[in-house]
């Protein structure tokens, strides 16, 4: 049983793992993408407009313009890049609305084991209150047909007897469940 929880556990929690270098996170009615480049001058291009600032983030308004592709590069040149700069490009489509609020998974997974813990102590509390009861219950006759003082068995219910055939009404509604052939 622990190894399933630890696995079940360990799976859950790489599902959870999120990337914070690069991406692009939609909040409300706009977006952010956020560059790896860390400290430095950043140029962004989104569309036609080009924007520099000095942070890794650009927070925009989604709507049809800013729907695409955009780039991000350091303005200071990379030695490390043969073109002098790297470049990060983001594709960007979604969608937005005003009151819209956005599910991770590590709130879901905790959304859910809550829900299995809930379930699981109702089921107890419903368990153990249920063997309560039935243990203060009297305890049924034996089954073999003696009562419990050791007397011979009552004798049948005459209500319970089979019904003979010669006496039984054979009007049209007695027998109509019973001849089914026609």
């Known amino acids: ?22 991406g692009v996170a939609f909040s409300g009615l706009g977006f952010t993408m956020t560059c790896p480049i860390q400290g430095e001058a950043t140029k962004w291009t989104s569309g036609q407009k ?10 925009l308004t989604y709507d049809d313009t800013t729907k695409g592709q ?5 303005v200071i040149p990379d030695p490390d890049v043969q073109s002098g700069s790297s470049v990060h490009y983001f594709y960007v489509q979604g ?15 905790g959304f859910i ?3 299995l813990l809930v379930t699981g102590g109702i089921i107890t509390v419903i368990y153990t209150c249920a063997r309560k009861k039935s243990a203060s ?16 068995p009552s004798v049948p219910d005459r209500d319970y007897e089979p019904l003979n055939l010669a006496t039984r009404d054979t009007g049209t509604y007695a027998v109509a469940g019973v001849n089914r052939t026609g």
């Open 1 to 22: 049983m622990s190894k399933a929880l630890f696995v079940f556990v360990f799976v859950f929690a790489l599902a959870a793992v999120e990337c914070s270098e690069i």
């Open 113 to 115: 084991f809550v829900d």
């Open 95 to 109: 969608k937005v609305c005003k009151n819209c609020y956005e599910l991770d998974g590590a709130l879901l997974m």
């Open 70 to 74: 955009h780039n991000c590069r350091s």
């Open 137 to 152: 219950a009297p305890s049924p006759a034996p089954a073999s047909g003696r009562t419990a003082r050791g007397s011979a």
């Open 50 to 59: 080009t924007i520099e600032t000095h942070e890794n983030t650009l927070q």
